[in-house]
């Protein structure tokens, strides 16, 4: 029944994303995720042999998640319980929604543009033309949807809510520690490797997902040409298929805390002068894409 689940919450999560109300009365578990590694950051991030302790602190809370996601499946009504669990764990509604207020946002003014989509990335907005804005939008849209709804969908198909709640424990922990600063490259080190490890096909699987929805089999050339380009091992697979659909050149120069990066272009020969419509073109590209997976989670039912 585990297919039947996964497309319940998938489902709810489209209908209904992120409930202001709820989250306004009741704390949201990647909150409580968040704070739990914040503090085991604090509290072990110091002295000697802090990969070590980083290595011991990610298996600490991925054996946690194991542990409470079996916990809530054997409560009474767990089988509705696991449906409600990976309906919040997943990020299609929410992810849409925000990719979307990024080409609102330009359509008012190019500040406006910029704030919106400030609130999605995390490299310098401050000196973004439209283009970039628009560019950082869409792949913040590629990323995101391997990383928020195809990776824990997929986990969630192979492990269940344990499963689903590792990978958002691990996800999470690599987006807070898992960067190569003087504080986390060593620390973080372990989150970083197991989430790249458990993203290794959910990615790829994006991609796929993403050509098959469009019909666009021949962008396999671009995919399998740029996605190694990225400096992840894995956002570039959903990105470079992005860009192939759409005709768009993504990635490219950007600035992190005021330092210019030249990242190289992913398929660079697509159209570099792009704006609001091609955002609400990657938004259509998110749906279309969900509905396939939804499809193909049903059909995965209706034969096992």
Do not use: C
Not at 32 to 52: L, S, V
Not at 83 to 106: E, N
Not at 189 to 202: E, K, S, V
């Amino acid at each position: 029944m585990q297919p039947l689940a996964l497309a319940a919450a998938l489902v709810l999560d489209a209908v209904f994303g992120e409930p202001e109300r709820l989250w306004s009365r009741v704390t949201h578990p990647a909150v409580i995720m968040g704070r739990m590694i914040d503090a085991m950051d604090r509290r072990f991030n110091r002295g000697r042999g802090r990969r070590a302790k980083g290595a011991v602190a990610i298996g600490l809370l991925v054996l946690l998640a194991l542990i409470a996601g079996r916990l809530v499946a054997a409560l009474p009504g767990g089988a509705l319980l696991e449906v409600l669990a990976t309906a919040v764990l997943l990020a299609q509604r929410s992810l849409a929604d925000h990719v979307a207020a990024v080409a609102t946002g330009l359509r008012a003014s190019l500040a406006e543009g910029r704030r919106a989509v400030a609130r999605i990335v995390g490299r310098d907005t401050a000196a973004m033309d439209a283009p970039a804005v628009a560019r950082a939008a869409i792949e913040s849209a590629a990323e995101n949807l391997s990383d928020g709804v195809v990776a824990p969908a997929f986990w969630f198909l192979v492990g269940g809510l344990p499963g689903i709640l590792v990978y958002k424990f691990v996800n999470t922990a690599d987006s807070m520690i898992g960067h190569r600063t003087p504080r986390h490259e060593e620390f973080g080190w372990a989150a970083a490797r197991l989430d790249d490890l458990l993203n290794l096909i959910p990615a790829r699987l994006t991609a796929l997902l993403i050509a098959l929805a469009h019909r666009r089999l021949d962008a396999r050339r671009v995919i399998l040409r740029d996605a190694p380009l990225h400096r992840s091992p894995n956002a570039g697979w959903p990105e470079a298929a992005m860009a192939a659909v759409l005709g768009i050149a993504l990635s490219g120069p950007r600035s992190y805390h005021g330092e210019r990066r030249d990242f190289p272009y992913v398929n660079a020969e697509g159209r570099h002068d792009i704006g609001a419509g091609e955002i609400d073109a990657a938004v259509a590209v998110l749906w279309r894409t969900w509905a396939l997976m939804l499809a193909v989670v049903l059909l995965g039912w209706l034969i096992t």
